[in-house]
C-alpha cells in the first residue's frame, strides 16, 4: 500500500487529476458527513474523533479522506442493523455530455463509469466517488405526479432502480448488480443544467438538504462490468 493505492479501500492515483483531488478534498467534511447520516450521535463521534491528515500532499490527502469513507463503512456495518435491499435495473442513460441522457440497451461499466458516458463539465461532475450516478423509478413516478415532466435519465441519471427504499440511501452502502460492485458517497446536487425537468425550473426539489430522500446518488465502482436493465440490485451496509 502507498499513498496513491491501496488494496484495502481501493484507492487508486492514477485515477484522480490534480482537479479532482482538489474539489474532493474540498467536499471531505460533506462525503464523510454522508456516510455517517442516521447514525448514532455516539457512533458518529467516535468516528471522526481522529482528525483527517490534509497538508500539502493532495494525493496523500485525498487518499486519507476516502480511507475513513471505507472505515465508517465498515464500522457502521457492524454497528447498524441494515436489512439489505433487493431490487431492479428499470434502465440505463448516457450521453456524450450533459442532460438528457439518452436510453442505452446495456451499460459496460469501469472505474470511470459507464463506458460511453461523458460529463459537459468536469468543474462539479467526474470525480471517481462519482462515477456512476443512481436514481429511483418511484421516486421518478411520484415526481411525474406532481406534474414534474422529469423522465428516466433527464436529469443525468445513468442507472434507474425500483424496489429499493429510497429514503435509506446514504453514503457507504454497496450497490451490488452481477459482478458489478458500486460504493454509493454523496447525494448529487441538482443544478439549473436539470430545471427542464421541473415544474417552473424549480430543480431544488431534489435537494438532498432541503427534501433528504428525494435526491439521486453518486457511487464509486469497486469493480466493474456489464448491467442490462431486469438485473437484480441489491443494497447493502
Known amino acids: 500500500m502507498t499513498a496513491s493505492t491501496c488494496h484495502v479501500c481501493g484507492f487508486d492515483g492514477a485515477r484522480w487529476s490534480p ?9 471531505s467534511d460533506d ?15 467516535r468516528a471522526v474523533v481522529e482528525p ?10 485525498t487518499h486519507s479522506v476516502m480511507h475513513r469513507l ?9 454497528a447498524d442493523d441494515f436489512a439489505p435491499m433487493v431490487g431492479r435495473v428499470d434502465s440505463l442513460q448516457a450521453s456524450g455530455g450533459g442532460v438528457p441522457k439518452a436510453p442505452i440497451l446495456e451499460a459496460e461499466i469501469g472505474t470511470a463509469g459507464v463506458s460511453v458516458d ?22 421518478l413516478g411520484e415526481l411525474r405526479a406532481e406534474g414534474h415532466p422529469i423522465t ?5 441519471e445513468n442507472i434507474t432502480i425500483s424496489g429499493v427504499d429510497w429514503s435509506l440511501m ?22 439549473q443544467k436539470i430545471g427542464d425537468s421541473f415544474i417552473d425550473r424549480h ?14 446518488w453518486y457511487a464509486s465502482v469497486l469493480a466493474g462490468g456489464t448491467v442490462i436493465p431486469g438485473d437484480t440490485v441489491t443494497v447493502t451496509a
Open 19 to 27: 482537479g479532482d483531488l482538489e474539489r474532493t478534498l474540498a467536499h
Open 31 to 45: 462525503l464523510i458527513g454522508y456516510a455517517l447520516e442516521g447514525a448514532g450521535a455516539e457512533f458518529a463521534r
Open 52 to 61: 483527517i491528515t490534509v497538508d500539502d500532499d493532495l494525493l496523500s490527502s
Open 70 to 78: 471505507h472505515d465508517v463503512a465498515v464500522a457502521r456495518r457492524a
Open 118 to 139: 461523458a460529463q459537459g463539465n468536469r468543474k462539479h461532475h467526474g470525480r471517481p466517488w462519482q462515477a456512476i450516478c443512481l436514481y429511483s423509478t418511484e421516486r
Open 152 to 156: 428516466a435519465g433527464s436529469t443525468g
Open 170 to 191: 446514504r453514503g457507504g452502502l454497496t450497490i451490488s448488480i452481477g459482478e458489478v460492485r458500486l460504493f454509493t458517497s454523496s447525494p448529487a446536487a441538482p443544478c
Open 203 to 216: 430543480w431544488n426539489r431534489i435537494d438532498h438538504a432541503e427534501r433528504p430522500g428525494w435526491a439521486r
